[in-house]
């Protein structure tokens, strides 16, 4: 083999080496802390915080902000294995920081864990309706919707007390943002759960200057649940108010987002009737006259009576079953009409997406009152047809 030929294969297999696929800079996730929950409160300095801070931990910085980053594993490292120095028995840990830069907070974060944070797997972002009633929420995540490590299918949900409690958990072995993550995927149980608004969506919906809501939390005794939806007003992006739950199953069946869950009615008895959604559509139609915009919303469902406490009434009983719809038909109206008297009479909103279909049905109107959407849609009037359709009772006729 000449030394050109030699030379060539040579430079040949060094051309292959650099090709190669893999991590150049890998690191093993034992030594990284893997931040997953991420809880944003007005600023209060915890107890630690502040005996750091006598101790010389201190920086220039106004205290508008709490953070409190969740990361994963809490398991032990090489370094505190060698040190014997870890002795929690959590599956997580929360870090609280206090200042007015978020970027900057997650950097004070390495100050305290030798562990690099990423942020490549954050599962979801907890705000409190505090500190959003103060701060525009596009300020507030400017940092997160900026930076390339976070997943843009983060969710972004908003919490009535603090946003820190949500992000603990009782629950032995739980972690609190994992949990919180899947509890979105129980929609097709419930119709108080909202499609999750998650960070690609909230982007679009913030530069486009709507109002819209967010997914509410309420925590107790280390227990977290889905409590409503709290409202952000699109000229301010800040909250300004909440939907109760039973305001939230009427906001999801305008908007169309049914996918189960169930109606409760009462019959003149007084007793309790119980209709399990099986299939659900709602179509919105836009109408113009002058100056005037209305709509009507049409809902149809088929569903299947899974209780009534009246044991005189057989479940086979066309008559009855009739009479049943009746009620399901007259509560489901009556909740639509809660909720759309609140949004358009206390809170003068619109959350449910009634301006894309207008811009849609009649873009030149659209184009003339897209400025003022949420003052002319607070004058519109809507009107309403329910049509469910009972279409079995289960397995038991009795």
Request: aromatic share 8%.
């Amino acid at each position: 083999m000449n030394s050109m030929k030699r030379y060539f294969l040579f430079a040949l297999s060094i051309l292959f080496v650099l090709c190669l696929t893999g991590c150049w800079g890998n690191k093993e996730i034992e030594d990284l802390s893997v931040n997953v929950g991420l809880a944003l409160d007005v600023g209060e300095e915890s107890e630690l915080e502040q005996e750091l801070a006598e101790e010389g931990d201190s920086y220039p910085k106004k205290d508008l902000i709490t953070v409190t980053i969740q990361t994963v594993p809490v398991l032990k490292g090489k370094k505190e294995q060698q040190m014997g120095s870890s002795k929690s028995s959590s599956m997580y840990l929360n870090t609280e920081e206090t200042g007015d830069s978020i970027f900057q907070l997650y950097r004070q974060y390495s100050l305290r864990r030798y562990r690099p944070i990423i942020g490549h797997h954050l599962k979801v972002i907890v705000i409190s309706s505090e500190l959003s009633r103060k701060m525009d929420l596009d300020k507030l995540l400017k940092f997160i919707l900026r930076d390339n490590d976070i997943r843009p299918s983060c969710l972004v949900l908003i919490s009535d007390g603090k946003a820190s409690e949500a992000l603990n958990s009782s629950q032995s072995g739980d972690i609190p943002s994992f949990h919180l993550r899947s509890m979105v995927e129980n929609q097709f149980r419930n119709n108080k759960i909202l499609a999750p608004m998650i960070l690609t969506k909230l982007d679009g919906i913030m530069n486009s200057g709507s109002s819209f809501v967010l997914q509410n939390l309420v925590s107790a005794k280390g227990e977290t649940e889905f409590a409503g939806a709290g409202i952000i007003k699109g000229k301010i992006n800040k909250w300004i108010g909440t939907l109760n739950e039973h305001e939230v199953e009427g906001l999801t069946w305008i908007k169309g987002e049914i996918k189960g869950g169930v109606i409760k009615a009462y019959d003149k008895s007084g007793e309790v009737l119980a209709y399990e959604i099986k299939s659900a559509k709602t179509k919105i139609k836009s109408k113009v006259q002058g100056n005037d915009i209305s709509f009507h919303v049409s809902i149809q469902s088929e569903g299947r009576l899974i209780e009534n406490w009246d044991t005189e009434q057989v479940p086979t009983d066309n008559e009855f079953l009739k009479e049943a719809e009746g009620y399901f038909e007259q509560e489901l109206k009556d909740t639509l009409h809660k909720t759309v008297h609140k949004l358009q009479e206390d809170y003068r909103v619109d959350v449910a997406g009634f301006r894309d279909k207008l811009r849609i049905q009649h873009p030149k109107v659209w184009k003339k009152v897209k400025k003022e959407w949420d003052e002319t849609f607070s004058q519109s009037d809507i009107t309403y047809d329910v049509n469910l359709k009972i279409t079995d009772f289960g397995s038991s006729a009795k």
